[in-house]
């Protein structure tokens, strides 16, 4: 089929491209009557050279592009900063699992609060400068504020707005979390029972390391890497030399091991995981902090502004309970294996049933 470049040409008080197919002339409304608009629209719709596959193709990617402005005008009218999650769920429902609609649903309500304090409008969902505004804050306010802003580029993009106005804010000049200011809040122990009970349901592997963690005060890298090797004999102790100083200064705890914390490494040994060494298995082992901060969100176990609700917060209760329970501070740094200040601290050294009696009393089950 013969294709001829067209020209354009008024009718009335409106532009038209012509172009000869074949024999036939096909006018095609450029629906404006301004030249410059006319000439800019005729270039998208013009045969290229290439022949006429070449331009199905473009007029083809011409079509997606108009279909996503279509959806994206259509949208608007009902869009606010309340109702994105609505919408885009109501496109993407069944693309993600429940842990992750959590932690996203979470996120959005994040951004309509941001909004509301900005004092931005719905019509703003569009401009690049209020997005801009959010950024700044949420860079300032959350750890994982940059994955935030990535979802809310797919949530942009399934909606058929422009995804590029969540560009990531410069790191020179937006301001971080600041790491060292921030604190792990205590748990109450309701909300360590519903962490745990939550990941019974889902992972009962994990919840044990929950309890370990709140009944020893170990960090989450420690109790996932425990070793058969590492239980004392009197299965009352374990001996472990924690991640945090084995390179640099290795520095070897006894930690008591009391009630459910001691049925539940029994339990473990009894039927040893995978076979090997640990105590838990190599799928429980692989990044259990997503997992558990996961738990944390859909119980309703959230940090509050620089005081975070994490696994460690569990270390945090455990310090916090001992101190409550009158125990000294150099018994508590045995256990924990924090450094004190002073030559009495380098010189005092607690008996194992100091250690014991001193969790006994300070940790009550849950």
Known sequence: MKLHVG??????SRLYLVTRVGGKSKWVSLKTGDVATAKSRARKLLPPEDGEQAWLEHLSSLGELANMELRRRSALVTLTWGNLWDEFMSRAA?????????????????????????GLTPEDIL??????KI???LMGAYISARRMLVFYRRVWNTLGLDR??????????????????????????????????CLQRRNPELADMVVLGYSTGLRLSDVAE????????????????????????PLLLRIPLTGQA????????????DGGPYLFSKDARHRPSRKIAAAFRSCG??????WRASFHSLRATFISMMDEAGVPPHVTDAITGHSGGGMHARYTQPSPQALLAAVVRAIPPL
Request: proline content about 5%; glycine content about 4%.
């Open 301 to 306: 176990v959230f940090s509050s502004g620089n």
């Open 7 to 12: 020209s354009i040409q008024r009718r009335g």
């Open 135 to 137: 950024a700044a804050k």
């Open 94 to 118: 069944g693309t993600m699992s429940t842990t992750s609609e959590e932690s996203y649903g979470r996120w959005m309500r994040i951004l309509a609060e941001a909004a509301d304090e900005l």
């Open 127 to 132: 401009k690049k400068e209020a997005c801009a």
């Open 262 to 273: 001691r049925n539940l490494i029994l339990r473990r040994l009894t039927s040893p995981p």
């Open 226 to 249: 425990l070793e058969a090797s590492e239980i004392e004999a009197g299965r009352r102790f374990l001996s472990v030399i924690p991640n945090k100083t084995r390179a640099a200064k």
């Open 164 to 197: 590029r106005i969540w560009e990531s804010p410069d790191a020179s000049r937006a301001p971080k979390p600041a790491r060292e200011h921030e604190h792990y809040r205590r748990l109450s122990l309701d909300e360590i029972r519903r962490v745990r009970d």
